[in-house]
């Protein structure tokens, strides 16, 4: 398997287990541990859902979070995981659910962001081409950990949670970090005119846009650069360019080693980012 390494990323092969750390954050390591997990199994609720035959996914995908947790010197038992659906909903975690990871905790169904200054808790979430986005505020001392698929993108979810850690913190956007785990690029989110057309009314005002939304030569398609617009909207909300860090990885390219969605269809395995404050 090859170094996914880069500028702004290492490539860890540790106890069992690889993930990707940004350099970025690693200049945090005393106060904070993170990791995004490349070789982590379905997520906890997609595992226990169906009965005695999924007991052994159940247990894998738990040993994996443990593993994972381990290798960055954090405890498994510390996550909380929203219950992803694809919206713009970002909530504030008050409190860890002691002893046991807190991923089908009800408080959180229907969110794809969270957010805390609470040591000892480390938040979770799961993509398989998704965006996935973890924010840090070194003066705040505040994180936050957004799934962003092409929905929640449309939703401007990214903006959402800049807005939330204004509004709790008095995070200054210029203060946030932001960095963006592997994902699907421009290269292959292919679409047609249902996704391409409310993509181009909602961002049509973005600088950049004609790249961002381009016709794929020779099909009624459209490649659309979600990560791209990303960073674009929060280079607008005020976040330094150089805060924003891309892992410049597309799930899809590389997806031998990053799970995919639209690489591995059926029983298409999760990455996994987690982050978390000292």
Known sequence: MKDLSNKNIIHVKKDGIEYLQFRKLLEYSDILVHAYG????????????NGKLEDEKYHKALNDYKTLCSAIEADYTNCVKPVQRHTKNVQKVMHKNNGQPDF????????????????????STTNADCILLMFFDP?????????????????????????????????KPQDLICCICPSIRQCHFKVHADVQEPY??????????????????????????????????????????????????????????????RAEKEGYGLGTAIIGLK
């Open 38 to 49: 490349i070789g982590l199994d379905r997520n906890y609720r997609t595992a226990k859902a």
């Open 104 to 123: 089908e905790n009800p408080q959180y169904e229907n969110t794809d962001g969270l957010i805390t200054e609470q040591k000892n808790i480390i938040l």
């Open 139 to 171: 003066n705040k001392k505040v994180i936050a950990n957004v799934h962003s698929g092409w929905r929640g993108t449309l939703q401007r979810i990214s903006i959402e949670t800049v807005n939330k850690l204004k509004e709790e913190y008095d995070c």
């Open 200 to 261: 181009y009314e909602e961002f049509k005002n973005l600088k950049g846009i004609e790249h961002f939304i381009e016709p794929v030569p020779g099909e009624d398609r459209w490649a659309i650069d979600t990560v791209g617009i990303n960073i674009e909207m929060l280079k607008e909300a005020g976040l330094k360019e150089e805060n924003i860090v891309d892992s410049g990885i597309c799930s899809v390219c590389n997806s031998d080693q990053i799970h995919s969605y």
